[in-house]
């Protein structure tokens, strides 16, 4: 990403990216390292949106495999791949998709494109650089589990995406990819395409269910739980990311045990994580699953390089904007969701925000909170009211006129959100923010806007009172390096 | 009471001590019953719960341990355990409280809601008592009309879905929405649509804090100024029930109280506000008499009473019983009422009484058939079928109970209506019969429910079909020319009724049909004949439509022809002392109706015509008769609360009467649910209560008649004596039921068939079907359409609007401006046809006279036809139509 981290602070230089280096110039943010490549493998081609490139690089081979196979074994197959969930939850799709009650048809399966978390920007790289192989995914699915409907959900700010899944639906429906009658048999699919209308809300899939039928993006109540149950229209729904779908064409062509073979026994596979922030080499990197540790992706020779010259590491987000935030002591941790969840954050949509030392760690926590008080859906009152009062007062301590009571007033709001007393992470105590968070609220976006307050708070407490004693006013706006002064 | 299921219950644990809960039941409404309240602001009982505020916070443990729940939305299990006054609990509730407060202008004390407001009362008792927020507040302009009548006030709004819920889910009017988000979300209407919603004022009742308010009732009270009477709504036969508001001798508002049975605390906006027109200051102060028609001056003067009613006495001691007639009575509690059948029939003697105006149900119908109450035409899972007005626009709130059965409880809706109501979209099956063959659709529809005369009709060959009939080839030759004539029918074809027939063959959870007058400008008796036909379906209960306030009630307390309390004919009035001795005497022989009345006095043989709070020439469906009636009759008497257009014209003498809101007595709604009506105010001037002005009349004319008839309980004691069917009608059931009233047994209700009419079939009327190649039957002519229609022709339909020209809505400062313009509707399919450009100003002309009108195209118009509304302003369509016609064809030129 070009621009500096979302958490603010001084404006790193952009890195070079015409000059090889890993960066493709026709696939801006993308890193291609040493690894294995099982969904960015066709990024490496300036055309590899086109169907053209796509059949010449295996593709639909995967759909042909599923066809060959019954529904029920190509579901057998991704159950036992233990394929995860690459949304932020981390759910097993096989397992996801056995939650379709029988009987209750027309099931539907809905892509969820909507990636908006803060730091996230993989799947608009899936969606514009490989189109056929989420639309494979998506086949895949369908013949599966024995839908014929499947509504791909497009972020509304990601045009480009948008154009090429277009594009490319158009290219599959006329060579007889998608439509009645795929490959010749008899197995039919309509997919559509839809796209939203700028809410960060709506890559919740309930409030994207809502979206997609025309109303309010608002979380839907729970129970039921799974859209599964009660769905788009009130049937039974498939939603799955699209990078997790986009795994199934390799899937199916090399098989789960080919599939295992990569990442670790419990996260297996590969992910692909956006790296963002103070380093010598940000990008999308796809990484084998579980058996990386942050340290080696932000320091490692093959990932992101360390931080940029001259700076330390400060804090980094661990799964993007909604996460908790880690530290230095963190490092060792593996990119996997488990032993995340356990000290206390979660792996999420695998963003991963990097501070350096030059970072303002109140201003970097305002940045996050002003995020979620804009894109709070109104419904709750708690992180209606409160995100915004926190970032009010966050804003307040910014512009030096901040109240020594300040500090225990934004706690005690982040508490009447995500109420405490938290559940200590197995970790550490002291740092650790509430993971899962208790809630006030339907959904997790409030807790999301308490996480960095509190994680910075805990850690840089001096910080606050720094700023509330001595009253200097911080620079709210960033300034892109090299823009005129 | 039906027996019910065996009820089986959840048992749950509220802060330690064993509570029993209704399966499926939310928690907060559990722990209410047990006593435990939970502060909410968004749930509401009759609406799904949302879950917004997060006010209800509780801790629950459904066996994992404790977690904050929004008890509005967890439905109780068995075991569960909840704590409503932990730790934890208070500190979130506290929390919602602030966050709702930091943005509230806190501006109580100029709040119309202070005193009575959720927000207010939660705060003091679970609210922090300090504020940590100072930053500025949120800020709107304020307050923003977002109806004729109702306020905005977004400042003080905590976004609560209540009044958007309502109008989406409830009213199906989703005129107000969310708009923006986060800290900006705020309520209101899309740009140039105001929420123009019959139910908007519920809205306003519904609110939490005092951002919905409504113009009646803005910046007039204090709520602990306020005292209040639960007393039932006149304005239309349901008898929503409602509390009635009052300060310094005024009445200034009207709320919906939630009885289970009728109105579920909903209210249209015009039994919400209509009280305005109590208030008006048009209200008849005092008695007023002119001179007869002819002489010169034709000025009223004030009388005294005494004058006033002994002028009344004198007329009616000169005249002869079959000369006197009685018009109107539906306005009258049941005690007015029967002392008016009373003084009318049992003391001048005269039956030639009708409370209705031409525009109603055969009494014979509504008295007769087997009853349902609302409840039924809502049990879930039912059917229902409508033959009748457009329940949105003439019975409101029962349109909102039907609305929720139908999109909650799995109700079905056939509908026969002459145009698209406010349920169509949501019915199963829409029949739009032409005018003038309704009865013959309803027959078509009827036969057809018998799948093995549906069948035989349907074969080729008559005889071949008479064979496979066997026994019932008579319907199957029936079916047969029944369906000829309602095919003809504009928006019907064969299939159509068929598929109709069949999902009324299919009713499984019981069927009722919800029976009313449709267009006014077909005549009454096309009624009597589809009733007859729908008693044929089995089991078929029936719910009056009828229009006026206490229709019902007029009609049980003998107010129409041949009919005395008790639902009895003269004729079966026992010999010797009628009716328990109460009465002196009974008329000689059966009366006429309303429009023999009129018709009678057109001929000048009616001498003293009494208009009990009727005004013919705008609600008969003659004007023309009416008016020549009005001119005819001799002395005209009124009793009313308004002089209107009739009383200008022709009365002689006015007797001003106390309002719903100023006399105690009862209400009968369209059910037979007998409910209370309380006084809260004194009359204007020296009004007096209807009951009291018969009472004094019948003193006059018979001395002791009316001895001990004082106050309306003894009158009710009286009625309760002299009629079986009010017999439960006591003190003790009254209070016991105050809130949802006591159910007078209808026919059929014991089981007994045929009811009150001993078993007879009745008669078919003596009308002919309508003639089914239309008026002039032109089919030599290639280019009419095939209706039979020429160029520019059409039939008229006129049914009645909430908002009209009508007297009371007139003095309703809130309501006046809100009678559409006249409309000349027809469906777009006949824009060519109509030889005006759509748009233009028309005049609709019949045989019998025109109004102006602006022609307009209406898809839910069936081609064909032409709908205006009854009573648009300045354009009554009783001059189009002539009483007794079956159809009514109109043109439309240009003026």
Redesign the interface.
Known sequence: MGTPSAAGGHPAPLPDRSAGDGYLPHAPGYVLNDGPKLITGRFVHEDSFTLARYESTGGYEGLRAALEMTPAAVHDEVRSATLLGRGGAGFPAGVKWGFLPPGKHPYYLVVNGDESEPGTYKDRLLMERDPHQLIEGCLIACYALGLQQCFLYVRGEMALAQERIAAALNEAYEAGYVGRGICGRDFSVDIVMAWGAG?YIVGEETALIESLEGR?GMPR?KPPYFPAAVGLYGQPTIVNNVETLSNLPWLMVNGADAYKGFGSESSPGTRMFAVSGHLRRPGVYEVEHGVTTFRELIYGDNFCRGIRDGHELKMFIPGGGSAPWFFEDHLDLPLEARPVGAAGSMLGSGAIVVMDDTTDAVRAAWRVVKFF??????????C??????LE??LR?ILDGEG?P?DID?LLD?G???S?GPYPVAAHDGADAVPFPP?????CPLGPSAVAPVVSTIRRFREEYESKITRRDPIPLEVVPAGAPQ | MTATEPETTVEITVDGAAVDAKPGEMLIAACERSGTYIPRFCYHSRMS???????C?VEVDTGRGF??QPSC?VPVSEGMKVSTESE?AK??Q???L???L??HPLDCPVCDKGGECPLQDQTMAYGPGET????EKRHFPKPIAISETVFLDRERC??CDRCTRFADEVAGDALI??M??????EVNTFTGEPFASYFSGNTVQICPVGALTAAPYRFKARPWDLTESLSTAWVDSLGSRVAVQASRNRVLRVLGADADAVNWGWLSDKERFGFEALNSEARLPAPKIRAEADSDSREFRRAGWGEALEAVADALRAASPERVAVLGGARLTNEAQYMWAKLAKGVVGTDNVDSQLGDGLDPRLVLGLPRATIDDACRPGGTVLLVGPDPKEELPTLYLRLRHAIVNDGVRLVEVTPHATGLSHLAEHSLRPRPGTTAELVRALVLATDPDVLRSAAMEEPVLGALAAGSKSDRVSELRAALTTAETSFGTDRAGIESAARALSGAQGGLVAVLGRMSLAEPADILDDAARDLSRLPSVRVLPALRRGNAMGALEAGLAPDLVPGRMRLEEVGDGAPLAGCWPRLPASPGLDASGILRAAARGDIDVLVLLGADPLNDFVDRDLAYRGLRGASVVVAVDLFENDSVSLAARIVLPAAGPTECDGTFTNLEGRVSIMSRKVTPPGTARADWMIAADLSERLEPGSTDGLDPPQAIRAELARVSEVHAPLTEEALTQNHLEGVLLAGVGATGEAGGWHGGKEWRRSRRQAAPVTGPAGREDDPEAPAEGLNEGEFLLVATRTMYDDGMMLRHCPSSRDLAAAAAARINPADADRAGVEVGAAVRVVSDFGHIEATLTTDAGVPAGSLRVDWLAPGAPANRLIAAGTDVTVVRVEAW
């Open positions: 809410a309010r109540l008080a804009r894109e709070s859906c109104g419904k709750c009152t708690p209606r009211e409160g995100t915004t009062w009010q007062i307040r109240r009571s007033l709001i508490d009447n959100i109420p208790r809630q006030t609220t339907i | 719960p949302v879950g917004m505020c997060r006010m916070l977690a904050l939305m934890a500190k979130a506290d929390g919602v602030e966050f709702l930091i943005n940590r927020f100072v930053e905590i976004l929405h969310f923006g988000r986060g800290n900006h979300t």
